[in-house]
């Protein structure tokens, strides 16, 4: 492909999770060789993304707002992205979903013969019970020309559960963005989250309070380290889903409680943060606390590297394609107690100077300019061909169509 390519990038929200990162990421490295993308997502009135790209150009899709159950707000969320492509707005060599929604909706439209096909990313796998869900999600992959994973792990899990033989593409780091360099930001974030009389040291937990982020393992591992360092504090960002987390939540809560409100003030949830804070959080934190159960690959884990932040991570896929136990302290994600004695280690000054440098090490393989020729490599084996939104006359018929088939 040696001409400029037309690239759709499409992710399922605005809000800062890995994957719509790594879709805005990807959007700015392949503009930066040339190509014309534009990112879309989702958006409710007043939304916008948490982080706009520069130079890719971005879409946000109107969206309506709804509290329903995640199968109701999934189809609606499909049915707004099929209306707003199915009606010219959309016209790319490449169409390119990066989750089960709009791998969701660009199925629809590659079935109703509006888009020539689709790439698909799969960053993970879920197990959903619901039956909507989970054929959603079989179809968003199943239909795709094809698909793409970001670690070894998951194309077997892709292979082994649907037969689909991916491309391994790899993730990245914004260098940057994510530096060891202090900033003049770095000490009234800190001086925030220590309120109350915190003092620290200060435990970063990245991704809310969820199941497979194992945030109540974190929390119990968390407790028992305070029994050493009485004024440890425990920061838990980020956790802007579309999911019901709330009986997760309630568990935490629980353990929480338990513990007295001496504890309850060491623990500090922040919420999604924005872009310049979530930077001087790796910074000002004395380790990153990611032993999470299920993950794609672990943007948190290079973030906080590039910050020169040591990492205490999960002994299992895909953290052990690219850690071994000189670049990150690896643990059994279910054991609170093996958590805790990390947590405690990385306070050695031998061992967390090793950490640090060798996380630098790892963090500078990995870049988004390396993903996006990556990315470039596999959509040569996509067939090119205009869109059939180019077509002009009868937009809003084949708007109409494909509603009326969805509907049905």
């Known amino acids: 492909m040696s001409r400029p390519l037309r690239i759709g990038l499409f992710t399922h929200s605005t809000n800062p999770r890995g994957g719509v990162v790594h879709c805005l990421e990807l959007g700015e490295a392949l503009a930066q060789l040339g190509h014309d993308v534009t990112v879309h997502a989702p958006a409710e009135a007043g ?19 709804v509290k329903a159950a995640l ?13 707003y492509v199915a009606n010219g707005n959309a016209s790319f060599d490449i169409f390119h979903a990066h989750d089960g929604i709009s791998g969701g909706a660009l199925a629809d439209l590659t079935e109703a013969g509006l888009i ?14 619901d039956p909507y869900l989970d054929a959603t999600q079989s179809r968003s992959v199943q239909a795709a020309r094809q698909c793409l994973c970001v670690s070894s792990h998951w194309r077997g899990a892709l292979f082994s559960r649907y037969g689909v033989d991916a491309t391994t593409v790899p993730n990245g780091v914004n260098l940057s963005r994510f530096d060891p360099t202090p900033t003049d930001s770095d000490g009234p974030l800190r001086d ?3 309120e109350g009389g915190r003092a620290g040291p200060f435990f970063l937990a990245v991704g809310g309070i969820e199941r497979r982020k194992n945030t109540v393992n974190i929390l119990r591992a968390f407790l028992e380290v305070r029994q050493s360092l009485s004024r440890a504090v425990l920061v838990i960002a980020g956790g802007a889903s579309l999911l019901d987390h709330s009986d997760y939540r309630r568990e935490f809560d629980a353990v929480v409680a338990a513990a007295g409100p001496d504890a309850a003030n060491s623990v ?22 990611f032993p999470s ?7 948190a884990v290079l973030e906080a590297m590039a910050s020169g932040t040591p990492v205490i991570t999960s002994r299992m896929p895909p953290f052990t394609e690219y850690l071994d136990d000189s670049k990150a302290i690896l643990v059994d994600p279910h054991d609170p107690g093996q958590i805790a004695a990390a947590m405690l280690r990385v306070f050695d000054p031998s061992l967390r100077h090793d950490l640090r440098s060798a996380g630098l090490q790892v963090s500078v393989h990995y870049s988004w300019q390396a993903s996006a020729a990556a990315h470039m490599r596999a959509y040569g084996g996509v067939a090119v061909t205009p869109s059939p939104t180019d077509l002009k006359g009868e937009p809003n018929h084949a708007g109409n169509a494909v509603s009326s088939s969805l509907a049905g």
């Open 268 to 289: 500090v949830i922040t919420g999604a943060m924005s872009d310049d804070q979530m930077a001087s959080a790796y910074r000002i934190a004395d380790a990153l606390v």
């Open 116 to 129: 020539e096909g689709f790439v698909r990313t799969v960053h993970h796998l879920d197990q959903f019970e």
């Open 47 to 65: 939304r916008r993304f948490f982080r706009p790209p520069v130079l890719a150009r971005h879409v946000l899709v109107p969206a309506r707002a």
């Open 71 to 83: 199968p109701v707000v999934v189809r609606q969320r499909i049915q707004e992205y099929v209306d």
């Open 192 to 194: 925030k989250l220590m």
């Open 293 to 299: 159960t299920v993950e794609g690959f672990g943007l």
